[in-house]
């Protein structure tokens, strides 16, 4: 990896103008690495960084620093061509939908990213599929370079940390994982200051939605499965946002005897856009089927059909996939 974070440090120092993207449906990965990153070159490469979102930025988020700085990719004018274009935490690059034109019309590309399903699709691809998240592959990339890491950098990579082992309770959290989260607290990171804003500052309506949906949920084949569906009109009712769907799977995924959960969400395209979690099943086949990518218990997809016949689909395929009868 040393010779790819000097190639990453070369193009960063060599480009007059560079652009950072995040995946749409942005979570605490993507939107924390991002600023991370961009504070970075800004505060020691001296270069303007503008930092991207797809779609919808999350207002969950807002207590990160500087998450003010970020511009909607539809205000970025398409005949502008970048010297330097980063997308993180970004597995796939439909994933940066509008975005992939600006990315693609770069001098030079470059993909860090932690999912496996990664094809490499940038001209330089820092990918580390064991990585927890981007945020730990940034802090190595940080180290490597014998960079002081300010505290604003530290919290935004402590997030990406946070909720990419979803509080320090998925697979992925490790020895390694705890050694940095502590490197991060001695850089005056407050764990209980980024959790509570990140998991306990959630509007009334988001609680009540969340509630509505769960309450919804059907489950089959003895409790195996659970399919919460959500609709235009749901999200309407409530006065929903993107992010207000944020952490129900898992919520689902914890019932005592589900293996696989997943969310059907509608688009205003209407397509579906899936988020499936599961315990100890792989589910990376199912979500290939289907042109989706992610990590073996978290992963996720888009199936261009209304979403009656899309969870029908999809609940086939779960119940094959764990050998369950059609019930």
């Not at 769960?214 to 609709?231: D, E, L, R, S």
Request: aromatic share 12%.
């Amino acid at each position: 990896m040393d010779n790819l974070f000097l190639e990453l440090k070369n193009k960063i120092e060599q480009a007059e103008s560079i652009i950072i993207f995040s995946h749409v449906s942005p979570d605490g990965d993507t939107l924390g690495s991002n600023i991370a990153l961009s504070l970075m070159i800004e505060k020691y490469f001296n270069k303007k960084v503008d930092s991207v979102y797809v779609g919808f930025l999350p207002s969950l988020y807002s207590y990160l620093p500087e998450y003010n700085r970020f511009k909607d990719v539809q205000t970025i004018d398409e005949k502008k061509k970048y010297d330097l274009a980063i997308a993180v935490d970004v597995a796939s690059k439909d994933r940066l939908i509008s975005g992939a034109f600006i990315y693609d019309n770069a001098n030079f590309k470059i993909n860090i990213d932690h999912h496996k399903t990664n094809n490499g699709y940038g001209d330089l691809n820092i990918i580390e599929g064991n990585a927890a998240c981007v945020g730990v592959i940034l802090y190595k990339i940080f180290t490597e370079w014998n960079l002081e890491i300010p505290k604003d950098v530290a919290r935004c990579i402590y997030t990406s940390l946070l909720t990419d082992t979803g509080g320090f309770k998925y697979e992925n959290t490790t020895p390694e994982t705890f050694m940095l989260a502590a490197d991060l607290v001695k850089l005056g990171v407050s764990p209980t200051y980024e959790f509570r804003s990140c998991y306990e500052t959630k509007p009334q309506s988001m609680v009540q939605f969340q509630a509505y949906i769960v309450t919804n949920t059907c489950f089959y084949n003895n409790g195996q499965i659970a399919f919460a569906k959500i609709t235009r009109s749901d999200m309407s009712k409530f006065n929903a946002t993107d992010d207000f769907t944020e952490g129900i799977v898992e919520v689902l995924r914890s019932s005592k005897n589900v293996e696989i959960a997943a969310i059907l969400k509608e688009t205003k395209e209407g397509y579906t856009k899936v988020s499936l979690r599961s315990k100890t099943k792989d589910i990376i086949p199912i979500v290939i089927d289907f042109g989706g990518g992610g990590h073996t218990f978290a992963a996720g997809c888009t199936i261009k059909k209304p979403i009656a016949i899309a969870y029908d689909k999809l609940l086939k395929r779960v119940q094959s996939e764990l050998g369950c009868e059609n019930t």
